[in-house]
Structures are given as C-alpha cells and as structure tokens.
C-alpha cells in the first residue's frame, strides 16, 4: 500500500481493507431496500390510500438483496483485479515500492 | 457510553458556560483546529529544503496524490483535494480518540453521515456535469434488455453506499473506543498501551477506507458507462 514500506504491514492492510469493506456492502444494500419499500407502502397509504402493504416493502426488500451481491460481485472483481496486477509480470517488488 | 468516560475536557467547558453544545461538534472543531494551525504552521514557513512538518505533509500528500492519479487516472488530479481533505481530516478525527480525556468525534453517526452524504452528493454532481443525462448509463448496466432492472438495482446500489461508508466508519471508531474503556477498567495503562498501536493502525485504515471508496466511486462517475 501506501505508507507501509514493509511488505508484512502492507499484506496486514491489504487483508484488513477486504475485511473491512466487503462484508458491510452487502448488508447495507439490504437495508436500503427495505427502508425504500417500507417508505413506499408508507406514502401509497397515506397519500393515495392503496393498501400495498407488504407486496412494496417484499419487492423492494429483494431488490436490495440482489443489489447487495451485485456490490459483493463488483468488489470481488476489483479485488481479483489487483491481485493479478500484484502477481503480473511487470510487477515485482520494485514497482510495488514505488506505488 | 459516554457517561462512562471519567473526564471529558469538552464537558467541562459546556458546563462552564452554561451551553449545550454536543462532544463530537467540539471534538470536530478541535480538529480543524490543529489542522488549521499545521496549514498556517506548514505554510509560514515554506522553504525549497522541506524540514520538519512540511516534509512529513509532502509525503503525505504526495503519496496520495501519486495513489489518485495511478488509480483514477490523469483527470484524478482535479478531484484530489476533495479526497486528500477526507483522508487527513477524518484521520485528525480519528487520533483525537486515542488522547485520554477525548472522544473521537468519527464515534458518532452525525459526522460520519455528513461526511458520507456530501461524497454521495458530490459524485453524482460530478457525473452529472461530465456526462449531462448521458449519467443515466452508468446505472443500465451491460445489456439493453435488462436496463430496466439494473436501473432500480443500481439505484438501490448507488443509495447503499453512503449507508455503508457511514456505519462502517462508526462501528469501527466506537469500537475501540469501547474496547479501550473495557480494557482500562481491567487493567489500567498494563493493557491499553499495546491496543494503543493496534488502534493506530486501524485507525489508519479506517480513514484510508474513507479515501479509498470515494475515489472508487469518482472514477466510476467520471469514467465511461461499461
């Protein structure tokens, strides 16, 4: 990484950002999603007077689970991304000192 | 959680003013405040042969901004100080928490989610100025049939993120922070001095997070759709 010269520290970062990162974008797509349904059958009542409830909030609530994997499948994209960049060729150790 | 810290400066002063002004807002304006004084500090005294604090904010800086524009690209470099002023500000923030007497003003959701709202707010700002309505293909996806479901996907997608980066950096920093008030109430000063280093690190991380997602989310707002 950045400011770590040595390559323990960095691996250690490394790990601690996937670790960090992946697991919270999932859940919060979820959670999203449910609140967003749970407004809109909120506001189709009170405003319109329609009694969707639960079928908005179920709906909404599955679209933000498939928008929390598409999260966990972009982040792992990108992970598997720089792995490779990092095993390349062209990329040995002195390039990884100069990032 | 607050009540269990045994002395608060920040407390004191609320009382003896007689004003109710919350701890993470002073612990934020504490903040600024020692950023300021290192911007004034660092820039009286500026000096071809950097010495002292203006080498450590050039390589600071200067790793960051080599980080942006490897991973952004050239036009990274337009973006940068937002980013930069993330990264230094929340890190600020985050240290404050270790000096005994202060909480770290990150432990609470309201700065975090101002934080988060304004990098929600600002990218989408920037990609709407780049690519005008055009913006609206970073959110169909690959295939033309399924525009219209990646649209609501993407949409719930793109309003988890300032969700994720909020909380993330909350649990993180109120964490420790409670781990470092158990530990002191077992074993005074023998078991917090080690957690102090592991904390520094993390806490590092957790601020360069903060950086990181934001640059990830800039490029994916100024780079082309797909």
Known sequence: MLFFNKQKYSDIADLLYVAGTIGLHMVSGTFVGFGLGWVMDHYAKKWFDWNTWPWLTMGMLAIGIAAGFRNVYLDAKRFQRRENRDKGPETDDSRRDQD | MEKMHPLLYFDLINNALGVHIPIHV????????????????????????????????????????????????????????????????????????????????????????????????????????????????HFMGPMAALAPLMLIIEFVSHLSRPLSLTLRLFGNIKGEEIVLMLLFFLAPVFSTIPMYFLFLLAKTIQAFIFFILPMIYLKGALEHAH
């Open chain 2, 26 to 137: 002073w612990y934020t304006w504490m903040a600024m405040t020692i950023l300021f004084l290192c911007g004034v500090l660092v820039r009286s005294r500026l000096s071809l042969i950097p010495g002292g604090l203006q080498n450590f904010f050039e390589i600071v800086i200067n790793g960051l901004e080599d980080f942006v524009v490897t991973n952004v690209g050239e036009q990274g470099r337009t973006v940068f100080p937002v980013l930069c002023t993330l990264f230094v500000f929340i890190v600020t923030m985050n240290y404050i928490g270790l000096i005994p007497g202060c909480d770290a003003p990150t432990a609470n959701v309201n700065t975090n989610a101002a934080m988060a709202v304004f990098v929600f707010l600002y990218y989408n700002f920037l990609g709407i100025k780049r690519w005008g309505f055009g913006y609206i293909k």
